[in-house]
């Protein structure tokens, strides 16, 4: 067996360990309506020309019942669809259609915290301190002669404290209740077994129904250190081995691995379901604790999604990922984009990468349009060829870059506001999708043209009917990939790097007999010999020649 072998070739493995997940973000993939807010009825209307793409599954970010003071992660009842997305009859009309089109479906599970409307914290607010009701959620009294000041010094990952105080019944200043995001978003008290089993109820819910997995959100944070220790300010990453990591008391706590394993135990009662973490924890060996037998079957790999376009950053997070997922028997995933991070097409285009959470607004400098989306074709190329699972967060795969000019008028993530604007946040990423060039103001995504977030006039030119069909278009291009990466059984290939192709400036490797070749650099090289399966500049490659910032598939 060749020692360069970074991944093994697996025969019939799980459809998780491979699969292309398309993330859907219902407020802004179609609108059936017309009330400016994407739905299930829209949804289920493109479904056809989602499938044309060639996924395997849709994970819908969340749609139940909520006030959407967080987009949604905000949730007031987790069995409901809420009203302004349809209803449970809709999605269960959409769900029959993805599965005749042989989509599998991938729900939004949020067990960090609830939203403050659901009836269990509205219950808690009613009852006494210390009761029953009180302990769902992580109440305290607060320091100070009066309890004027919060319990601990923990910060909110969306700016200000992460505590709020509650009025009484009988009307009197009381305790306060952590919130490590918005003060709508109330922290459940995960040392509470009655929280656990709530959860297993929401989680057999929805697989008694049949859905084909689980996103879990905030995966790492559900478990708090006991007697709440203060920490040093506000961090959304746990970074560090564990063996020498300054322990951070809300996230990454070592008690999040047996609550895990429980929903594991649950999975494993039903065939083929899956659960996917969303956790910020880094390095990837530390993550790969997340992913181990009994645990989730995937987690995002955001070490990859941080990764700039550079030759030697990707080498080393590609080699990495393989070895310490492999380690564990996990599959890796890849990711480049989601709801919570800029577009790849803007981040790659930006003279320099703006911090987590950060987002880029009209007071930021502004990236290369044109620069930005070759870099990121050539990065969706190079990610579509590893073996393991891939996510594609929708308008990806029209090349879709940040609204990156969007006023603050128009801002709605809780970011924006609880940093009185000094992180503008992540709307840019979460623009509705411009579906028709001609189709008004919100570019086809209604007949109406309203949009909760307008769409920049720029939307026109990357809208699906400017590109379907089209050779060379981005749209094209991704279709193209996920073909071959069918075709050759990529997903699960064997993989290894190819230095006999590559230089200082250029990247290869090989998977199952296709070598994915990148030019980080300025200069354009000769291709070598074999068939060209896909190239990211199709219209414009001089023939025979690999340019900068440039993909090639090539059969050898
Ligand atoms: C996750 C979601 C993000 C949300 C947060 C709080 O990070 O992806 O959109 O704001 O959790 O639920
Ligand atoms: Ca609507």
Known sequence: MDANVLHKSIKSPEWWRTAVIYQIYPRSFADGNGDGIGDLVGTTARLESLASLGIDAIWFSPFFKSPQKDAGYDVADYKTIDPLFGTNEEFYDLWAKAKSLGLRIIVDVVPNHSSDQHELFQAALKAAPGSAEREMY???????????????????????????????????????????????????????????????????????????????????????????????????????????ATEHPFWGQEGVHEIIRGWRELLNKYDDRAMCAEAWVLPLSRMAKWVRPDEYHQTFNFGYLETPWDRAALEKVVTESLHEFGKVGAPSTWVLSNHDTI??????????????????????????????????????????????????YQGEELGLPEHTMLEGKYRQDPTYFRTNGEKVGRDGCRVPLPWEANGGASFGFNTTGKSWLPAPESFKRYARDQQEGVPGSTLELYKRLIKERKQFHLGSGEFRFAPEYSSDSTLGYINNGVLVLSNFGPDSVNLPAGKLLVTTQHDLTVEGVLEHDQTVWIKL
């Open 343 to 392: 577009r790849h097409t803007s981040k790659y285009g930006s003279p320099s990468i703006p911090m987590h959470g950060m987002g880029i607004g009209p007071d930021s400098e502004q990236p290369d349009e044109a620069l930005g989306l070759r870099k990121a074709r050539a990065a969706s190329a190079f990610m579509l060829g590893l073996p393991g699972g891939a996510y594609v």
């Open 138 to 244: 992580i109440f305290r009294d607060g320091q100070g002669a009066k309890g004027e000041i919060p319990p601990n010094n923990w910060e909110s990952v969306f700016g200000g404290n992460a505590w709020t105080r509650i009025q009484e019944p009988d009307g009197t200043l009381g305790q306060w209740y952590l919130h490590i995001f918005d003060s709508s978003q109330p922290d459940f008290n995960w040392e509470n077994p009655k929280v656990r089993e709530f959860f297993e109820g929401v989680l057999s819910f929805w697989l008694d129904k049949g859905v084909d997995g689980f996103r879990i959100d905030v995966a790492h944070g559900l478990v708090k250190q006991v007697g709440l220790p203060d920490v040093q300010g506000a961090a959304t990453h746990v970074t560090g081995e564990e063996d020498q």
